[in-house]
C-alpha cells in the first residue's frame, strides 16, 4: 500500500497540471455559454412560493421585498411579529399577491416543522427556500468561561437551515424548486472573535456541497458568500461571551475596521438574480473573491495580517487593535459605512 501511495505522490501532480491544461479552456467556455442563456432566460418568478428565514430585518427583510417586486408569493418567518407586520405590508406593496408571515425560531425543529406545514398548506406547494436566519458572535475562544453560550451559533446558523431543509425537501423537489443558502465570506476568512460564527458558515457550505450532490437536478442550489452587508450584524449586534445578545458599535468598528459595507438591497437584488440564473455560487459584492485567492494562495500571510490588524495586545481593550486605531483617525466611517448602520436604534431580541 506504501508503494502505491509512493508512486502516487509522483505521478498524480504532472498528471493533474496536464489534464487541467486540456480540460479548463473547453470547461470555461462551456460554463460562459449557459451563463450566458441562463442569464437572457432566467427563471420567472411570478406566482413562486417563497419561503424567507430571518426575514425580519437586513437581507432578509431585503429579499422579501426584491421577490415581492417579481411577483412571487412569499412566507416571512422570524421571530419579531410587529417587524414581520411591517415588512409583510411592505412586500405587498412592492407586488407580492399574496404574504403570510409566521413566528418560528430555526433553532428549534418543531417550529421549523410547522413553519413548512403552515407555508405549504396556505400555499399548496413551495418553490424557493431561502435558509437566512444566522446570528453572530463576537469574542476570543478563550474569553468564553461557559462554552455552552455558543451553541446557539450553531443551532441557529447551521441546524435551522439543515432542519428546514429537510422538511422543504420533499416539497421542492416536486416543484424542481431551489434552496437559497446564506453563507459568509467568513466561511474562508480566519476573522478573530468570529470563531463559531466563522465555522457554522463554513459547515453550510459543505452541507450544501454534498446536498447537492446527492439531489441532483432534482432541486437547485445556490450558495451565497456575501462579505460585509448592512445587517443586524454590521450595526454592532453579537452574542457575547456571557451568551447574552447586546449591540456594541465600537466592537463592531474593531471587526469591519475600513472595510466598504454594502447595502442590503444591493446585496438581495444580486441574490435574486443569482437564484433566477440557477447560479451555484455568489459572492457580493463580487471582488470579495479575491479574499479567497489570498487565503488559497498565501494561508500563512493571511493569517499573520489577520491578527496583526484586528487583535490588540494581551490584556488591551479590542478598541486597541489596529484596525479601531487607523478607522478613526482617518474618519473613513462615515464614507464607507451606511447611515443605516450607525443608528443606535437595533433591536437585541
Known amino acids: 500500500m506504501d508503494l502505491i501511495h509512493t508512486f502516487l505522490n509522483l505521478v498524480a501532480p504532472p498528471f493533474t497540471f496536464f489534464?487541467?491544461?486540456?480540460?479548463?479552456?473547453?470547461?470555461?467556455a462551456l460554463k460562459f455559454l449557459l451563463s450566458t442563456i441562463n442569464s437572457i432566460f432566467p427563471e420567472n418568478l411570478s406566482g413562486k412560493v417563497v419561503l424567507i428565514t430571518g426575514a425580519s430585518s437586513g437581507i432578509g427583510e431585503h429579499l422579501a421585498y426584491e421577490y415581492a417586486k417579481r411577483g412571487a408569493l412569499l412566507a416571512l418567518c422570524a421571530r419579531r411579529e410587529n417587524a414581520l407586520r411591517e415588512i409583510a405590508d411592505k412586500a405587498r406593496d412592492c407586488g407580492s399577491p399574496d404574504v403570510i408571515i409566521i413566528l418560528a425560531d430555526v433553532s428549534k425543529v418543531e417550529d421549523c416543522m410547522r413553519m413548512l406545514d403552515e407555508t405549504v398548506n396556505h400555499f399548496g406547494r413551495l418553490d424557493h427556500l431561502v435558509n437566512n436566519a444566522a446570528i453572530s458572535t463576537s469574542n476570543l475562544f478563550e474569553e468564553v468561561?461557559?462554552?455552552t453560550v455558543l451553541r446557539p451559533i450553531m443551532e441557529t446558523n447551521f441546524w435551522g437551515s439543515v432542519y428546514a431543509t429537510r422538511f422543504a425537501l420533499p416539497h421542492l423537489k416536486k416543484s424542481k424548486g431551489k434552496i437559497v443558502a446564506m453563507s459568509s465570506a467568513d466561511s474562508w476568512m480566519p476573522a478573530p472573535r468570529r470563531n463559531v460564527y466563522n465555522a457554522s458558515k463554513a459547515a453550510i457550505v459543505s452541507m450544501y456541497e454534498t446536498l447537492r450532490v446527492e439531489v441532483g437536478s432534482e432541486v437547485g442550489i445556490t450558495i451565497v458568500t456575501p462579505g460585509y452587508i448592512e445587517s443586524e450584524f454590521t450595526k454592532g449586534k453579537f452574542l457575547t461571551a456571557?451568551?447574552?445578545?447586546?449591540?456594541?458599535?465600537?466592537?463592531?468598528?474593531?471587526?469591519?475596521?475600513?472595510?466598504p459595507v454594502g447595502s442590503a438591497s444591493g446585496c438581495a437584488r444580486a441574490v435574486v438574480n443569482s437564484v433566477a440564473r440557477g447560479d451555484r455560487y455568489l459572492t457580493t459584492p463580487s471582488w470579495f473573491r479575491i479574499t479567497y485567492l489570498f487565503k488559497l494562495l498565501c494561508p500563512e500571510l493571511v493569517e499573520w495580517s489577520f491578527r496583526f490588524w484586528y487583535l490588540s495586545r494581551a490584556g488591551r481593550s479590542p478598541n486597541e487593535s489596529l484596525s479601531k486605531k487607523v478607522l478613526d483617525a482617518s474618519g473613513a466611517k462615515s464614507v464607507l459605512y451606511p447611515s443605516s448602520i450607525n443608528t443606535p436604534d437595533v433591536k437585541t431580541d
Not at 456571557?242 to 472595510?259: F, H, I, N, P, Y
Open 19 to 28: 489534464s487541467l491544461c486540456l480540460f479548463l479552456p473547453p470547461y470555461w
Open 242 to 259: 456571557q451568551g447574552k445578545v447586546e449591540v456594541d458599535q465600537d466592537l463592531r468598528d474593531v471587526e469591519v475596521s475600513a472595510m
Open 145 to 147: 468561561t461557559d462554552i
